[in-house]
């Protein structure tokens, strides 16, 4: 089961922590990814980060301000998010999956998901 949290109220320009824990298991061999998904969109892939390797990838929307990280010890990934928009308005899911790399972007290869967490940038 994951556990997102983190989201609340900001000013553009500022920032915020997500994080997403795992409970009754771990992350090991999983890609960990996030999700969000705006008023009146469809849901687009965030970043993604690989447990064992800690390898990502990001969103071009987010790159240069956005930082996925992840705490072996505390079963938790992070989603470190500067220089907010607000545009990056949204519900925010953590998802985990044994995913194929070249799929990561897909929201079919995640198949655990948390309950989201808002996320909402004033301007």
């Known amino acids: 089961q994951l556990q997102a949290s983190g989201g609340g109220l900001v000013q553009a320009g500022g920032s915020l922590r997500l994080s997403c824990a795992a409970s009754g298991g771990t992350f090991a061999t999983y890609t960990v990814a996030w999700f969000r998904r705006a008023p009146g969109k469809e849901r687009e892939f965030v970043t993604c980060?690989?447990?064992?390797?800690?390898?990502?990838a990001y969103a071009d929307s987010v790159k240069g301000r956005f930082t996925v990280s992840r705490d072996i010890a505390k079963n938790t990934v992070y989603l470190q998010m500067n220089s907010l928009k607000p545009e990056d308005t949204a519900v925010y899911f953590c998802?985990?999956?044994?995913?194929?790399?070249?799929?990561?972007?897909?929201?079919?290869?995640?198949?655990?998901w948390g309950q989201g967490t808002q996320v909402t940038v004033s301007s």
């Open positions: 980060i690989t447990w064992n390797y800690g390898t990502t």
């Open positions: 998802a985990a999956g044994v995913t194929n790399w070249g799929r990561r972007l897909s929201a079919d290869e995640y198949n655990h």
